[in-house]
C-alpha cells in the first residue's frame, strides 16, 4: 500500500488490540505509514465497531498466532519492517514467540512499541485497568469534577489516547530518529500511567507553589473559577468561557452587559461566588445562538459548547476541513496539517483477513505455500480467491 505523507515508507506491524494501540497505529497510517494489523484467525475482534475509526488506513491479515508458522508469518513481516506494535500485558507476546527478544533478533533495526496502562514493571503490570483505572492512580482523575461532587471520568481521552497513543507515537518516532544515528531499534515502553503523569506536569508545579489545592471545583482551570466555566443559556444550552487575561475578562463583561456594573474583585477567591451568580443570571437571559452572536469577533473568549454532530458542521471545522466521509463513514480528518507532504485521505477499515493473500505472498510464500497455510487453519482469509 504505498502512499504520501511524512512517514511514507515507515512499515508498522500492529499486533490487533483495542484503545491506545490501534489510535497510534491510526496515526502513523494516518501520516503515511504502512501499517499491517495482524488479526485473529477467527476474525474475533473485541468491541470492533467502536474501532472502526481507529482501524482506517490499514491492511489486515489474519493469523492464528498459536500456530509456529503464523508466527513464522509474522516475523517475516518483521523482517522488513521499522516497527512493531503490541498491547498484549507483560510477557503475552514472549508466549507468542513474539517478544522484543524473537522480533529483534529477525531484524536489530526494529522499533518494538509496547502499550500498556501500567507498564512493563511494577507491582501493578500484571493487573487488568481501563482508563478510569490509570488516571485514578495519577491523581488526574480526582483533579476533575465540581465542588462539593465526586470525580468526573472525562471520557477514555485523558488515558487511552493522549496519555496512551499519542505517548506510543511520540515514542515510536523519537527511537526511529535515534536509530539514524545508532543503526539500532530499540523496546519502547509506554505506559498510560506515564503519559498521564506527564500532563500532570503543570499541576504538580502549581501544587507545590500553592497554587492549587486539592479540593475540586477550587482553583482556575477546574471550574472554581467564575470565568473559566461553563454556563446554562435560556434554551438549555451551554456556552465556556475562558476570559482569564484581563483583557479578556473586561471583553466578557463588555458582553454581558456588566461593564459599567459595580462587581466585587475576581482575584479574591471569596468572591467567586458572587460573580458566578451574577455570571449565571445573565447567560440564563438568552440563548446559547444568541449569546454566541454577541460575543462573535471579541475577545472574551466565550464560545457556544457543541455536540459531536454540531462540532463537525461548525464554519470552522468545514473550512479546515476538520471532518471527512471515507466509505460512508463520518469521521475526524488526519491531522496534524503538513505543508509540503500532505498523506491522502485514509482508505476505510479493513474486514479481518481481507489482506492475508496478498501479505502472505509479500512475505515470500509460494501460491501453494499460501494455501497450505489457509487449509491448515494458520491463516485465514475473508476475501476471495486471489491477491487483495
Same mark, same amino acid.
Given at each position: 500500500m504505498p502512499g504520501s505523507g511524512p512517514l511514507? !515508507?515507515?512499515r508498522v506491524v500492529e499486533l490487533a488490540a483495542i484503545g491506545p494501540a490501534p489510535y497510534a497505529c491510526m496515526m502513523l497510517a494516518d501520516l503515511g505509514a504502512e501499517v499491517v494489523r495482524v488479526d485473529r484467525a477467527d476474525g474475533a475482534r473485541s468491541f470492533a465497531a467502536w474501532h472502526t475509526v481507529l482501524d482506517r488506513g490499514r491492511r489486515s491479515i489474519a493469523l492464528d498466532l498459536k500456530d509456529p508458522r503464523a508466527v513464522e508469518v509474522v516475523l517475516a513481516l518483521v523482517r522488513r519492517s521499522d516497527v512493531l506494535i503490541e498491547g498484549f500485558r507483560p510477557g503475552v507476546a514472549e508466549r507468542l514467540g513474539l517478544g522484543p527478544d524473537a522480533c529483534r533478533a529477525a531484524n536489530p533495526r526494529l522499533v518494538y512499541g509496547r502499550m500498556t496502562g501500567w507498564g512493563q514493571d511494577g507491582p501493578l503490570a500484571q493487573t487488568p485497568g481501563h482508563d478510569i483505572n490509570y488516571i485514578a492512580l495519577t491523581g488526574a482523575l480526582d483533579a476533575i469534577g465540581r465542588a462539593g461532587g465526586p470525580p468526573v471520568p472525562p471520557l477514555n481521552l485523558l488515558g487511552d489516547f493522549?496519555? !496512551? !497513543?499519542?505517548l506510543l507515537v511520540n515514542g515510536v518516532l523519537s527511537a526511529l530518529y535515534e536509530r539514524l544515528s545508532s543503526g539500532q531499534g530499540q523496546v519502547v515502553d509506554a505506559a498510560i500511567v506515564d503519559g498521564v503523569s !506527564?500532563?500532570?506536569?503543570?499541576?504538580?508545579?502549581?501544587?507545590?507553589?500553592? *497554587?492549587w489545592h486539592?479540593? +475540586?471545583g477550587a482553583n482556575l482551570l477546574d471550574g472554581g473559577a467564575p470565568f473559566y466555566d461553563v454556563y446554562a443559556c435560556a434554551d438549555g444550552?451551554?456556552?465556556?468561557?475562558?476570559?482569564l487575561e484581563e483583557r479578556f475578562y473586561r471583553a466578557l463583561l463588555d458582553g454581558l452587559g456588566l461593564a459599567e456594573t459595580p462587581l466585587p474583585d475576581r482575584a479574591d477567591q471569596a468572591n467567586w461566588p458572587e460573580l458566578r451568580r451574577r455570571f449565571a443570571e445573565r447567560f440564563a437571559t438568552a440563548t446559547r445562538e444568541e449569546w454566541t452572536a454577541r460575543f462573535e469577533g471579541t475577545e472574551a473568549c466565550v464560545t457556544p459548547v457543541l455536540g459531536l454532530a454540531e462540532a463537525a458542521r461548525h464554519p470552522h471545522a468545514v473550512a479546515r +476541513?476538520?471532518?471527512? %466521509?471515507?466509505?460512508?463513514?463520518? *469521521?475526524p480528518a488526519p491531522a496534524p496539517r503538513f505543508g509540503r507532504s500532505e498523506a491522502p485521505e485514509p482508505a476505510a477499515a479493513p474486514a479481518p483477513g481481507e489482506h492475508t493473500r496478498a501479505i502472505l505472498a509479500e512475505c515470500g510464500l509460494s501460491a501453494? #505455500?499460501?494455501?497450505?497455510?489457509? %487449509?491448515? #487453519?494458520a491463516a485465514r482469509s475473508s476475501a476471495g480467491p486471489g491477491p487483495r
Amino acid at each position: 500500500m504505498p502512499g504520501s505523507g511524512p512517514l511514507a !515508507g515507515l512499515r508498522v506491524v500492529e499486533l490487533a488490540a483495542i484503545g491506545p494501540a490501534p489510535y497510534a497505529c491510526m496515526m502513523l497510517a494516518d501520516l503515511g505509514a504502512e501499517v499491517v494489523r495482524v488479526d485473529r484467525a477467527d476474525g474475533a475482534r473485541s468491541f470492533a465497531a467502536w474501532h472502526t475509526v481507529l482501524d482506517r488506513g490499514r491492511r489486515s491479515i489474519a493469523l492464528d498466532l498459536k500456530d509456529p508458522r503464523a508466527v513464522e508469518v509474522v516475523l517475516a513481516l518483521v523482517r522488513r519492517s521499522d516497527v512493531l506494535i503490541e498491547g498484549f500485558r507483560p510477557g503475552v507476546a514472549e508466549r507468542l514467540g513474539l517478544g522484543p527478544d524473537a522480533c529483534r533478533a529477525a531484524n536489530p533495526r526494529l522499533v518494538y512499541g509496547r502499550m500498556t496502562g501500567w507498564g512493563q514493571d511494577g507491582p501493578l503490570a500484571q493487573t487488568p485497568g481501563h482508563d478510569i483505572n490509570y488516571i485514578a492512580l495519577t491523581g488526574a482523575l480526582d483533579a476533575i469534577g465540581r465542588a462539593g461532587g465526586p470525580p468526573v471520568p472525562p471520557l477514555n481521552l485523558l488515558g487511552d489516547f493522549a496519555g !496512551g !497513543g499519542m505517548l506510543l507515537v511520540n515514542g515510536v518516532l523519537s527511537a526511529l530518529y535515534e536509530r539514524l544515528s545508532s543503526g539500532q531499534g530499540q523496546v519502547v515502553d509506554a505506559a498510560i500511567v506515564d503519559g498521564v503523569s !506527564g500532563m500532570l506536569g503543570m499541576l504538580v508545579g502549581m501544587t507545590g507553589d500553592g *497554587q492549587w489545592h486539592e479540593a +475540586r471545583g477550587a482553583n482556575l482551570l477546574d471550574g472554581g473559577a467564575p470565568f473559566y466555566d461553563v454556563y446554562a443559556c435560556a434554551d438549555g444550552g451551554h456556552v465556556a468561557v475562558g476570559a482569564l487575561e484581563e483583557r479578556f475578562y473586561r471583553a466578557l463583561l463588555d458582553g454581558l452587559g456588566l461593564a459599567e456594573t459595580p462587581l466585587p474583585d475576581r482575584a479574591d477567591q471569596a468572591n467567586w461566588p458572587e460573580l458566578r451568580r451574577r455570571f449565571a443570571e445573565r447567560f440564563a437571559t438568552a440563548t446559547r445562538e444568541e449569546w454566541t452572536a454577541r460575543f462573535e469577533g471579541t475577545e472574551a473568549c466565550v464560545t457556544p459548547v457543541l455536540g459531536l454532530a454540531e462540532a463537525a458542521r461548525h464554519p470552522h471545522a468545514v473550512a479546515r +476541513r476538520g471532518f471527512l %466521509s471515507t466509505a460512508g463513514l463520518h *469521521q475526524p480528518a488526519p491531522a496534524p496539517r503538513f505543508g509540503r507532504s500532505e498523506a491522502p485521505e485514509p482508505a476505510a477499515a479493513p474486514a479481518p483477513g481481507e489482506h492475508t493473500r496478498a501479505i502472505l505472498a509479500e512475505c515470500g510464500l509460494s501460491a501453494d #505455500g499460501v494455501e497450505e497455510l489457509l %487449509s491448515a #487453519g494458520a491463516a485465514r482469509s475473508s476475501a476471495g480467491p486471489g491477491p487483495r
